[in-house]
């Protein structure tokens, strides 16, 4: 059994508390992914490289990406949660924007299980599993991925019917092709498989960032010259291409963001 978080809340405080609750409820080690503030495409990417890690395995990802302000405007309290299953692990996300594009992309949702806060709180107080009081802090907590969270992961996984509406996977948008992490080196992975721009080696890709050349591995490219590499991240045999700039840091060279489109 494990639990991985990838949240925006990236503060000693609010990472503290959310280990110790899950750590608590499930009983089990927790590993903690921070994404940049509001970050959708950081979480898209991160909940395939985990999924990637537990080989499907008993345990549960718990994504949160949530944003109050601008597209965040639409939802009575932020994007609500919903949850779906790869194999045996549980994934717990918001339905935000880019968070579940890549892993519509991969074909790993065969359902996505949508829930209220507040119908979900009132059905556990039937089952004497929350108190009224509680109950209804959580219904309006401004800390979701702590207060709700952590419970409907315990729920789910203890067995709990949970009430829910299946989302149309048709409203989870396509992914664009853009860059979804930079690591510490500067290397950019991008949502793009190999597959998406019949990348082989010696190919020249137009991008906004010039022409560039496609290698197969990074030692492949030449010193302080920019290539589109396979790279480490993905699931199973599909692996995200990387803009790389051999000996030095992609990011910072082209001034590239996580979100900003390649082409």
């Known amino acids: 059994m494990f639990v991985t978080i990838i949240n925006d809340c990236t503060d000693g405080n609010t990472r503290g508390r959310q280990e110790t609750r899950v750590m608590r409820l499930l009983n089990s ?97 039937g089952r004497n599993l929350m108190d009224k009081e509680t109950a209804e802090r959580i219904a309006k907590s401004q800390f979701r991925s702590f207060d709700y969270v952590p419970r409907l992961a315990a729920w789910l996984l203890q067995g709990e019917e949970i009430p829910h509406e299946e989302y149309p996977l048709e409203n989870i948008p396509e992914s664009e092709p853009a860059i979804w992490w930079v690591d510490n080196f500067g290397n950019c992975k991008l949502t793009v498989l190999p597959e998406d721009i019949g990348h082989t080696a010696g190919k020249v890709i137009k991008t906004r960032y010039g022409d560039i050349t ?50």
């Open 214 to 263: 496609c290698f197969d591995r990074m030692k492949d490219v030449p010193n302080d010259e920019p290539g589109i590499i396979v790279g480490s991240s993905g699931l199973g045999s599909k692996r995200f291409l990387e803009l790389i700039i051999q000996g030095k840091p992609a990011a910072s060279h082209f001034s590239i963001k996580p979100g900003d489109l390649l082409f």
């Open 29 to 125: 080690p927790v590993s903690y992914v921070e994404i940049g503030n509001f970050s959708e495409l950081e979480a898209a990417g991160n909940l395939i490289d985990i999924l990637d890690a537990t080989d499907g395995e008993k345990g549960a990802v718990l994504v949160n990406s949530a944003p109050r302000h601008g597209r965040g405007k639409k939802w009575p309290n932020g994007t609500p949660f919903g949850y779906f299953y790869y194999k045996n692990t549980l994934v717990i996300t918001t339905v935000a924007e880019q968070t579940l594009s890549l892993a519509k992309k991969f074909g790993l949702i065969e359902k996505y299980l949508l829930t209220n806060i507040p119908t979900v709180m009132k059905k556990m107080i």
